[in-house]
């Protein structure tokens, strides 16, 4: 059986972040052929177009971790009404230098969770057109805009009962699109 290596991009550096948990929840849905391991984006140097020819070692393992993946998971906050600075700065390191994108080609899936109604829907938007951009082909359906309630999560940190049925139809959907547009 193929396995499929997910890097998870999470847009939020706070601790205690509601996306960071459901990125946590939500890759217990997944089947035991998808293994999912985070990179972390929080001590990426501000993108500077300068440092292209030398680059910090932390965007060199970001790079690392991506070109070793089969696909692709951001589970964003959204602030003010787009994404977060962080999630942006750690697209354009891996983006650049232009024409060596490292996300090119990787299948993605997006979603996010806030205390809003319309959950993170305005900055997947925004992830959407810059992905676009970068020749990430990403699921379109089923979208996930996920309102933190209490019963989102139960005691143990998992998907809660109430919300399990909807994101697992997204994790089965997510699942097949990696399958299908992976190399």
Known sequence: ???????????????????????NAIVKLAPPDFSFQQVRIGD?????????????????????????SQGLLFVTAEYNRSIPGVLKNAIDHASRPYGQSVWAG???????????????????????NILAYLDVPTLGQPEAFVMAKDELFD?????????????????????????????
Do not use: C
């Open 1 to 23: 059986m193929k396995q499929y290596q997910i890097a998870v991009v999470v847009g939020s550096l706070r601790k205690d972040s509601f996306n960071r948990k459901l990125a």
């Open 44 to 68: 990426l140097p501000l993108y500077n177009q300068d440092d292209d020819a030398g680059p910090a070692e932390s965007v060199k393992r970001l790079k690392r971790e991506i070109t070793a």
């Open 106 to 128: 990787k299948p993605a899936g997006v979603l996010g969770v806030s205390v809003g109604a319309t959950g993170t829907s305005m900055a997947q938007q925004h992830l959407r």
């Open 155 to 183: 005691a143990a940190g998992d998907i809660g009962p109430a919300s399990q049925k909807f994101l697992q139809k997204w994790m089965d959907g997510y699942v097949a699109w990696v399958k299908k547009h992976a190399a």
